[in-house]
């Protein structure tokens, strides 16, 4: 297995889906990452590919326990005030090594890890079935504690996720993730559901409005096809995407489907929008993926 590994992804869902064999794991909001434990050290991948070890050193120092040829999928996580705090856990990934260390000194990280591609002693397990990928990730995970690494909590259980779902709100978790016990792990492919308490879909950034030290509005690539420009940015999710809205070189410029024109920025850079919204030729971007 090389680096990077591409990451699975999941398909929003209004409700559980249909049928026997799922099973439900409380979905966490925080940064996606990929932990490499190697013979030598530990490097964390965020979903996009980059190495973002330095921003989460103190998980990748906890990592080290875990044996020399594995390959975990999780969710780096912050809490704030006993409560899961989403833009902590991006100020994080976004931030410089030296304003990193001073986060983490103030607000640990945990990792929720929810699968297993690479094994120490079975070598690369996505073909296994999900159910046997979390017995083995279980079995690594067990000598752990105590660890900010912990593995999610899952059930068959319909009435235990509906618990999860709404009781486990108030935590800031943000809804329930669905995985079938019989299936594969493929990066880059939908393969489970979330199911989220505000719905929303995946929408590719292909550009933006105003100046990159300031957007104003982002142009995006809509699960129909169409290109369409967001609604006015937030001052904070506009300084969030400073950071990453890198134009294209040279600087070029492109129209949305209404004729609306934007600089085009560099590919990989993807949100979220309220999937009511997308109807209209104007969405709202509810936060960075």
Do not use: N
């Amino acid at each position: 297995m090389e680096f990077p590994v591409s990451l699975a992804l999941a398909q929003a869902v209004a409700s559980a889906p249909a049928g026997t064999g799922w099973w439900a794991e409380p979905k966490f909001d925080g940064h996606r990452m990929a932990v490499w434990r190697l013979e030598e050290t530990v490097v964390l991948q965020s979903r996009t590919g980059r190495d973002v070890t330095s921003q989460w050193m103190d998980l990748a120092t906890a990592a080290m326990r875990l044996r020399p040829g594995t390959v975990v999928d999780g969710e780096a996580v912050v809490y704030r005030d006993g409560r899961i705090d989403f833009s902590a856990a991006q100020s994080r990934g976004a931030s410089t090594p030296a304003r990193a260390r001073a986060l983490a000194a103030e607000h640990p990280a945990t990792y929720a890890a929810f699968d297993l591609l690479l094994h120490p002693d079975r070598g690369d397990v996505r073909q296994l079935p999900w159910l046997d990928r979390r017995a083995l990730l279980l079995d690594l995970f067990e000598d752990l504690a105590p660890s900010p690494l912990q593995v999610v909590p899952a059930s068959d259980d319909r009435d235990v996720a509906a618990t999860w779902y709404d009781a486990l709100r108030a935590q800031g978790v943000e809804g329930l993730v669905w995985k079938h016990e019989r299936s594969i792990y493929k990066g880059d492919r939908r393969v489970w559901f979330k199911q989220r308490h505000a719905h929303t879909v995946d929408a590719e950034v292909l550009g933006y409005t105003g100046p990159v030290t300031r957007p104003r509005h982002l142009a995006l690539r809509l699960p129909d096809g169409r290109v369409a420009l967001s609604q006015t940015l937030l001052g904070p999710l506009a300084t969030q995407l400073t950071a990453r809205l890198a134009p294209s070189a040279p600087l070029r410029q492109a129209r949305t489907s209404e004729g609306d024109t934007y600089a085009v920025a560099a590919p990989g850079l993807v949100v979220e929008v309220l999937a009511g919204t997308t109807r209209h030729a104007v969405v709202t971007v509810t936060r960075l993926r």
